[in-house]
């Protein structure tokens, strides 16, 4: 699909025009310090930011424009606005600070040879987002307004995007409950927010493998929770354990399942795959596990490329004579496990980069997301 800038360039000549009046909305916006457009937007062609790109982390680099959109409880979203990149404000008792009424989706834009972008299954964020928000009783936009939002925002800050080869830009859509609240309730309003930052590899390893260990006593979801979902606050209940583990030396945690605490579930921000053969084993979709979009992508690839792929529960046990384990995420893609640490006993995998099956599960998916090979699953978004 290829996406081309008049809608846009209109929405930005609807916000110039009206700059000057916005303090008609800005006494009840939550973001009033930053809802100021720059005069010097330009549509014309920018140049690249003036950074390292080849030294790209996983960490945030302000960019020029972030993107809101706002509605009341049991309304609908209206129509966008672009603005400059700055600080939010929120009211105290705003439902996300109070009682945690937020989600977020993760995406990436990459850019190819001939200066065009590429964005990976906006769509499936989209959904996930409106899945999540009706179990968070929140109000979400359209997939259609989304994926217009996410473009907008991509276009507008594309001398963000690192060269090909370099890293993505990374795209977070918000939604959260910005109305005030004191009372346990949903919040009387609604705010879409979208950012971007240009990032490098998520692990401080690269694609060198992660060291993982695995979690008995904490866990990051129960049964008719909310880690099916992407609310806010499943991350926060991850950082204890991840803490620790770090400390220790390890890259991640590797969480079961909070009943029997014998199935592999997830890592903190990661669906995991473990290889025997031909054979790719993942934890089933079940409630409690994040249905990842890079996770639904690497098992499409493994199965046209004759593997046999199981979604069921698996037994930690089965760690120990798999062939391989690899994580998913959009922030990681595809990150090979070099060990896993199980009740102190150590199971190693590989050292140096990645086994026969991940790397070519990895090269597959990036080549389609860069835009390298035919786009056969119709995945891709591009923007010109």
Not at 119 to 146: D, I
Not at 251 to 256: A, G, H, I, N, R
Not at 325 to 346: D, E, N, Q, Y
Not at 351 to 365: E, I, K, M, T, W
């Amino acid at each position: 699909m290829r996406f081309s800038p008049p809608q846009f360039l209109k929405l930005q000549k609807q916000v110039l025009a009206s700059a000057s009046c916005r303090n008609v909305n800005e006494t009840n916006s939550p973001f009033r310090s930053a809802a100021v457009l720059s005069d010097s937007y330009s549509t014309e062609a920018s140049e690249l930011a003036d950074i390292d790109w080849d030294n790209l982390g996983f960490g945030l680099l302000p960019t020029d424009y972030i993107y809101t959109m706002k509605c009341t409880q049991g309304g609908s979203f209206s129509k966008g606005e672009l603005q400059q990149f700055g600080n939010i404000e929120l009211s105290p008792s705003a439902g996300v600070l109070n009682y945690g009424q937020g989600l977020f989706e993760g995406l990436k834009a990459y850019k190819k040879e001939n200066g065009n972008i590429l964005l990976f299954r906006p769509e499936e964020n989209a959904l996930r987002m409106r899945l999540g928000a009706e179990r968070m009783c929140m109000p979400s936009p359209t997939v259609e307004q989304f994926v217009e939002a996410v473009k907008e925002t991509v276009l507008a800050n594309k001398r963000w995007v690192p060269p090909p080869g370099k890293g993505s830009l990374y795209i977070r859509p918000l939604l959260m409950g910005s109305g005030a609240v004191l009372g346990l309730a949903p919040a009387p309003e609604y705010t879409f927010l979208i950012y971007v930052s240009p990032v490098g590899n998520y692990f401080k390893e690269g694609v060198a493998p992660i060291n993982l260990i695995v979690e008995h006593e904490l866990h990051r979801a129960t049964p008719g929770g909310t880690g099916g979902v992407n609310t806010i606050g499943n991350y926060a209940a991850v950082l204890k354990a991840q803490s620790a583990a770090r400390a220790k030396g390890y890259s991640d945690v590797l969480y079961l399942d909070c009943v029997n605490k014998k199935y592999l579930e997830e890592v903190s921000s990661c669906n995991i795959f473990i290889v025997k053969g031909n054979v790719i084993s993942t934890p089933a979709i079940k409630g409690t596990i994040l249905p990842g979009i890079t996770r639904k992508s690497i098992i499409d690839v493994a199965r046209s490329q004759g593997f046999q792929v199981e979604e069921r529960l698996v037994p930690v046990d089965e760690l120990l004579d798999a062939d391989e384990v690899f994580c998913t995420g959009t922030a990681v893609v595809v990150s090979p496990v070099g060990s896993i640490t199980c009740k102190g006993k150590r199971v190693s995998y590989r050292v140096n980069g990645f086994g026969a099956v991940s790397q070519q599960l990895y090269s597959v998916l990036t080549k389609l997301q860069m835009g390298l090979i035919d786009d056969n699953m119709n995945w891709t978004v591009e923007l010109s």
